[in-house]
């Protein structure tokens, strides 16, 4: 089973990369556009590529058709909407997408939580994951990670996300909330 989560993963982090048009529009498929408020801050050692700060533009709520799953929360920079079920790019060279899915409520009998998230900066991708509880792939999210669908919340407090490609650890901090 963790091989296939893993497997789930990687295919998800490419999905997200390779599923994307160009366009314009702020509507997700069925027109929910949500009001998102919320800045992540980052640390470790890619902030000098990366930046310090992803500040949330956009979400989408339980897209099964972009997430693989309705336990997930999908976190985009403001240059990134959803229509018709498709990322939509105003700045293909900068951006992230980040998703959070939390299946302590079902949905996954090894995995409680998980976060796959690609960052574009310059043209170039980072993508970065981790899985709580630890199964000896990517990382810990860590007991700060929290995924709150009633409350209408992302808590990232302490919470660690591995590189997929070298291995470089980043810690997210901070609060996402949505109306």
Known sequence: MKHM??????LHMIFLVFSCSSGDGNLSEEGNQKEVQGTIRLSGE????????LKVGNI??????????DKSIILL????????NEFVYSDDQNGFVIVAADFS????PDVDKTVSMTIVRN??????????????FFTDCGEGFA?????KKVTFENTTVINTEDGAILTLDGTVTWE
């Open 77 to 84: 920079s403001e240059n990134i909407t959803v229509v018709d």
């Open 123 to 136: 043209g170039e991708e980072f993508r970065h994951a981790c899985t709580s509880p630890y199964l000896s």
């Open 5 to 10: 989560f893993s497997i789930f993963l990687y």
């Open 147 to 151: 995924v709150d669908f009633e409350g």
């Open 46 to 53: 890619e902030t000098s590529e990366l930046g310090e700060t």
């Open 105 to 108: 409520t079902g949905g996954s």
């Open 60 to 69: 989408e709520v339980a897209n099964a058709t972009l997430s693989g799953t």
